[in-house]
């Protein structure tokens, strides 16, 4: 996959470094709107008590929702668990099972965030810069960013703020549930990382990458444990 590198730290302070130095490479400029005839959502499922862990790479047609393709890869956390850090022990197997995938994706969402990070290098933004593909991240909880309750309608939004910069929205996606985090990941506007929530949450809060992605890591987990 274009950018990938072979390079993961070891401790705190390289992964800290790493991200220092990655950051400067996300491309917040590209937000004009893409053609995307492959969207892929990306997560992980771990087992805390032996460090397995397990992606999934889950491929939809965006005008139907249905799946076209999915892939997953299990294998031992070789990071630990660090807030603000989580990439670093979660981008190996995903970077695996996008790579199981027959054809190559448009976009993909990821279950966590973009620059709505300390170091403005979150999941999304870094596997965007790594990968070259655009991505944004959609997060269940808002981290340590302030915000104002948007309006109960679905779609409805209120900017996510750190330290005065907007680094995403709190987003609506059904009517009085509580909202969704969207963040810049890589190469898309944050207008078109919500755009793209929006037509993924027909019928629930989280998109249908998300929870399919969701579903489908732990059923791999699952079998890996028992295997």
């Known amino acids: ?9 070891r401790t705190e302070a390289q ?8 950051r400067v490479r996300v491309d917040l400029a590209s937000g004009g709107p893409i ?63 996008l790579d199981r995938l027959g054809a190559p994706v448009d976009l993909v969402v990821c279950d966590g965030y973009g620059i709505a990070h300390p170091r403005r290098l979150g999941l999304a933004s870094h596997l965007g810069v790594l990968t070259g593909l655009p991505s944004f991240g959609v997060a269940k909880t808002p981290f340590s960013f302030s915000y104002e309750q948007p309006d109960a309608a679905r779609g409805a939004w209120a900017p996510l703020v750190d330290d005065g910069e907007v680094v995403g929205r709190a987003l609506r996606t059904r009517e009085g549930v509580k909202p969704v985090f969207v963040s810049v990941g890589h190469a898309i506007s944050l207008e078109n990382a919500c755009a793209h929530t929006l037509r993924l949450t027909p019928r629930h809060r989280l998109p249908e990458t998300t929870r399919l992605a969701d579903r489908l890591c732990r059923r791999a987990l699952a079998e890996a444990l028992a295997g």
């Not at 996959?1 to 730290?9: D, I």
């Not at 992964?15 to 990655?22: C, V």
């Not at 491929?59 to 890869?73: G, H, M, N, S, Y």
């Open 1 to 9: 996959m274009a950018g990938t590198v072979g390079y993961w730290p």
């Open 35 to 97: 053609e995307v005839r492959r969207i892929a959502g990306v997560d992980v499922g771990y087992d805390e008590s032996t460090d397995r862990l397990a992606a999934a790479a889950v491929v939809l047609d965006p005008r139907t929702l249905a799946v076209v393709e999915q892939a997953t890869a299990v294998g031992t956390a070789a990071f630990p668990y660090v807030p603000g850090l989580l990439a670093f022990r979660e981008l190996p197997p995903v970077l695996d099972a």
């Open 15 to 22: 992964a800290i470094a790493e991200q220092e130095r990655l």
